[in-house]
Structure formats: structure tokens, C-alpha cells
């Protein structure tokens, strides 16, 4: 009872921290993948296109952000055309409503660890307030990263090729057609699926292998699969193919009196498969350098202990006893006496879920570019590992102050002001007095990750705002922008803003410009810029962990 009403606590946590919101910014990609497109797409809104969206290089799949951030965001257009809701769309709810959505799916994985717990021999309510509890499950999979669904893919996998009887007997006549739809539209949503999806497709078809003694129940069971994956594969193509290109039901018509030949020639030379350029993309070692690289253990050593803390110790303390077990077996002697070993076998300690989690661990440790949340799907097998009787409870206050402190790092402190100062200049830009009289606003973004600029809530034919992304730039470079800005105001009521973290605020300071206002947003952490200790340890503690928002003065005078 008392693990049932934890997990319940917890969940309501979940939600209710998604409505609150959740202030941290863990990374552009939860904007740039899926709310920031749509938003431009569906509300019309003025929005940066990231480059794996444009027509000229695509690379991610349109079909996902549509079923998530692009329903989301019809629902409260189509609330407010029709007067239920007459401001729906606000900063708040762009932020939300797709987080909102996510939240909901995220409850995928506690179905899923329910259910996997009996069939894996791990306590179902435990592995529950393991996952619950973990802050990885809090933050990540409330945000809108295409990783985030790719965990619930491959959380779905897992119950499908575990949904037998122990005894293995065969698996349910749908699943083998869910299993390729599943695959397939993980491939698609990011090609890193097929390192997740590998283990459990060859355990689900060795049972299906040990279950099935006649041949033509097995290429049954293959070939649903295989036309499953084709027919997702060519939906998936499709509409990428509509999105990308000037393909349209028209340009079909029109090819009516054109030969097959040509037909088939002119969709081969339009036709987009968006996994395909992900991955000629990703495995050129030049252009993952551009992104940041990383020594090869970084997910063994670093990302996974950042993620998962003591649970993804333990795990390879286990690893390496089932490895040491596994060589004995392998010797001459024991060879004779006890058979070859069985590392598919579902057996007592729960070698399997071991595989599950290192093999995908070990392809993605292959790519020189390696962030924590490459993996966040890999918590569905250690939970259920971790759950196992008598494992990890003496560790129940570590895992308690580990979840705590990620909690509160990511989601609350890591590029924390961003968010809010977005929402603040929003209510500005659209206040009253704005409205009245128009002004035109210069937003200057500096040492701060990429603003979504879907949170200004701007339309396309507004030209009142100009927002300008300085990203990381040097101390020269910022000043000289900072000064053309300041000495070339074109209207009466121009306003020009710079939002920069505190522990840039001295640079600032050096440009020869002054400040009519201030306005501090508590809390910010930059990892970029990050607060000096010795100002930490003094009473200007504050400002190091904020965000400034200075309003230039018309009549600036060297400071």
C-alpha cells in the first residue's frame, strides 16, 4: 500500500510539475524538433527553422512533431476561432500544451513496467516508484525531445516481445504485425532506434524460433513483420515527401497521361527518407565534430552515472559478474559438464535485461557526439534490473538525495531565466500600451541557449520585433553589437532589450552603454558561463544565478 500511494504521489507530481511549468531548458532540441516547426507551420507564428527542416536538407521527419506539438497547437487554434477560449494562445500554453501531451504519454512507460515486472521477476510496484521517482522520468520525459518518444517506442517493443507465457509459448497473432509497425516508426522518428530495438528483436525471435516447430508458422510470423515495416516505411515517406517537396495530389493528377516509367522516375527524384539523410548526415565524423566530441566511454562513464546515478553502477558491477560467469561457462571443463550458455535464456538474475541495456549503450558509444539524452530509453530495462529482490534498497537514501538534486538542477536551475524571461517579454510586447501605440523591440540574446521565439507568440506579418541570437560570442563582438544597436535607434519609440546570464553582466558593463531598466529573473545556471565561487560565498550570490533583461537608454553616456 505504502509503494502504491508513493507511485501516486509521484505521478500527480509529474503532472502537476508540467503545469506549473517546469522552468529549466535542458537543451535546444526540445524546442527546435517538434514545437518551434509547428508553431510556425500551424499557428503561423514567427519561428526558427532548424536545418534539419528545411526543404533543402531533410533530416528529421515531419510525422511525429505533426501527431504531437501539431495536434497540441490545432486544438487551442481551433478553441479560440471558435470563441471558447478568446487568448488561448499565449506564451504558456505554446509552452504546455505540448509538454502536457508528452506528460500523458510518458505514463507508456509505468504501463509498460507493470506489466514487463511479473514476466522479468522484479516487484512491479517497486520498479514503479523507481521510474516514478526518478528525476530523468520527472524532467526528460516531460519535454518534447524526439528521444523522449523514442523511449515509449521502445518501452512499447518490450511489452510486445515479453507478452508470452513463461512457459514461451508463441507470442499473440498481433504482435508481430505491431512489432514492425513499432520498429519502423522508431527508425524513422531517429535511426539510433534500431541500436534499442536490436536485443529485444532477436529475443523475440528466438522464442518465436524455440515455439514454432513448423517452418511455414515462422515465415508467417517474418513476413507480417516485414510487410508491417514496408507499409509504415512508405507512409512515413509519403507524408515527409508532401512536407518537404512540391509533391501534391495535383502534381499526381497531372502525371495521368505520363507512362509508369515516368511516374516511377519522377517519385524516385522527390521522394524524401528523412532516416537515410539522418544517417549520411550523423556518420560523417566532420559534421558530428561540429556539434561537440566526445571520448568514447563518455556514455559508460559519465552520462550514464549523470542520469541513472548508483542504479547504473550497480548495473555494471552486475555486467561484469555475468560477463566472469559467462568466460567459466566457456571453459573446456565446465563446457562438459554443464552445455553451451544461454545469454537469451529468460533466467533467474536477469541476464537479458543486462543485454538490454549495455548492447544499445555500447552502439551509441560508438558516435563521437554523446549526450546524456541519448539514454533516457534505457531506463525502462535498468529499472526493471534494479527491482529485482533484495537489489538497490540499501541505497534508498542515495537515490532519493541523487533524484532531488537532478530534479532541481534540470529542471529548475539549468538555463532556468530563459523561459521566464520569454514569458515576460511576451506580456511586454503584447501589453496594452504596446497594442495602443506601436514600438518596435530589438531582443538581443547573449550566452544563453537558443530562444524559441514561438514563445514571443508573433505572427508572420509582424515586423515590429527583431530578435537577435548572439549565442556564445566573444567579449569584443558582443560589445560592438551591443554599441551599433545602441546608436542606431530608427523610431521615436524604439526598445531595444539584452538578456544575458549574471556572470556576463560585468562584460557588459565595458561596452560604453547605459541602462534606463533591470530586470532580474531568479533562478539561471549557465554550465557555459558558470558563477564564480568566491561571488557565490558573497552577498552577490543572486545575480550570478539569474538572468538579466537591460533595457537600453536612448541617451546612453559612456559608464
Excluded at 236 to 241: H, Y
Excluded at 415 to 443: D, K, M, N, V, W
Aim: proline share 6%; glycine share 6%.
Amino acid at each position: 500500500m505504502v509503494a502504491r500511494a508513493l507511485w501516486a504521489l509521484l505521478a500527480a507530481l509529474r503532472a502537476g510539475w508540467c503545469l506549473l511549468p517546469q522552468s529549466g531548458y535542458l537543451h535546444p532540441d526540445e524546442f527546435f524538433q517538434a514545437p518551434e516547426v509547428m508553431a510556425g507551420d500551424i499557428l503561423n507564428l514567427q519561428v526558427y527553422y532548424p536545418w534539419e527542416f528545411l526543404s533543402s536538407s531533410p533530416c528529421r521527419t515531419v510525422v511525429f512533431p505533426l501527431m504531437t506539438s501539431g495536434v497540441t497547437y490545432w486544438v487551442i487554434k481551433s478553441l479560440q476561432q471558435l470563441d471558447i477560449c478568446s487568448s488561448c494562445i499565449n506564451s504558456y500554453t505554446l509552452l504546455v500544451s505540448p509538454r502536457l501531451l508528452f506528460t500523458i504519454f510518458s505514463f507508456i512507460l509505468d504501463y509498460s513496467v507493470y506489466r514487463l515486472a511479473p514476466f522479468w521477476g522484479a516487484d512491479p510496484w517497486k520498479a514503479l516508484v523507481l521510474l516514478a521517482g526518478s528525476y530523468v522520468t520527472l524532467v526528460f520525459y516531460t519535454r518534447t525531445f524526439t528521444n523522449t518518444l523514442e523511449g515509449l517506442l521502445f518501452a512499447l517493443l518490450m511489452v510486445l516481445v515479453s507478452s508470452r507465457k513463461s512457459s514461451g509459448s508463441s507470442a499473440e497473432p498481433t504482435s508481430s504485425s505491431l512489432i514492425g509497425v513499432i520498429t519502423t516508426a522508431g527508425f524513422f522518428n531517429r535511426p539510433t532506434f534500431l541500436a534499442f530495438a536490436l536485443m529485444p528483436l532477436l529475443y523475440w525471435a528466438s522464442l518465436i524460433v524455440d515455439s514454432q516447430k513448423s517452418i511455414k508458422t515462422l515465415i508467417n510470423h517474418f513476413l507480417k513483420l516485414i510487410l508491417c515495416a514496408c507499409f509504415t516505411a512508405i507512409v512515413f515517406i509519403t507524408a515527409d515527401t508532401f512536407y518537404f517537396t512540391s509533391v501534391s495530389l495535383d502534381n499526381f493528377y497531372s502525371t495521368n497521361k505520363s507512362n509508369l516509367i515516368d511516374v516511377i522516375a519522377q517519385l524516385h527524384e522527390k521522394m524524401v527518407v528523412t532516416p537515410f539523410n539522418f544517417l549520411s548526415y550523423n556518420l560523417n565524423p566532420h559534421n558530428l565534430a561540429l556539434h561537440g566530441s566526445h571520448p568514447r566511454v563518455t556514455h559508460f562513464t559519465v552520462n550514464g552515472v549523470m542520469l541513472f546515478g548508483i542504479l547504473h553502477i550497480l548495473a555494471i558491477g552486475a555486467g561484469f559478474k555475468m560477463l566472469k560467469k559467462y568466460v567459466h561457462q566457456l571453459m573446456p571443463v565446465r563446457w562438459c559438464y554443464r552445455g553451451p550458455p544461454g545469454l537469451l535464456m529468460h533466467s533467474e538474475g536477469s541476464p537479458t535485461l543486462l543485454l538490454f541495456y549495455f548492447v544499445p549503450l555500447a552502439f551509441l558509444s560508438l558516435f563521437s557526439h554523446q549526450e546524456p539524452r541519448f539514454l533516457i530509453p534505457l531506463i525502462l530495462p535498468l529499472v526493471l534490473f534494479s527491482s529485482s529482490p533484495n537489489r538497490a534498497v540499501k541505497w534508498k537514501l542515495l537515490l532519493v538525495l541523487f533524484n532531488l538534486l537532478g530534479a532541481l538542477l534540470f529542471g529548475c536551475l539549468h538555463q532556468g531565466g530563459l523561459i521566464p524571461c520569454l514569458f515576460h517579454l511576451e506580456q511586454l510586447i503584447h501589453s496594452p500600451a504596446s497594442s495602443s501605440y506601436p514600438r518596435h523591440y530589438t531582443l538581443l540574446f547573449a550566452h544563453t541557449y537558443m530562444p524559441p521565439r514561438s514563445l514571443l507568440n508573433i505572427k508572420k506579418t509582424d515586423m515590429h520585433v527583431e530578435v537577435i541570437d548572439m549565442a556564445g560570442s566573444g567579449e569584443e563582438t558582443l560589445c560592438q553589437t551591443v554599441e551599433e544597436q545602441a546608436s542606431n535607434f530608427t523610431c521615436s519609440d524604439c526598445h531595444i532589450f539584452i538578456i544575458i546570464p549574471g556572470t556576463v553582466r560585468p562584460t557588459i558593463t565595458k561596452c560604453g552603454v547605459s541602462f534606463r531598466n533591470e530586470t532580474l529573473i531568479f533562478p539561471h545556471l549557465s554550465m557555459e558561463d558558470p558563477p564564480r565561487i568566491p561571488v557565490l560565498s558573497s552577498g552577490n550570490w543572486r545575480s550570478q544565478l539569474g538572468l538579466y533583461i537591460l533595457e537600453l537608454n536612448r541617451d546612453h553616456q559612456s559608464l
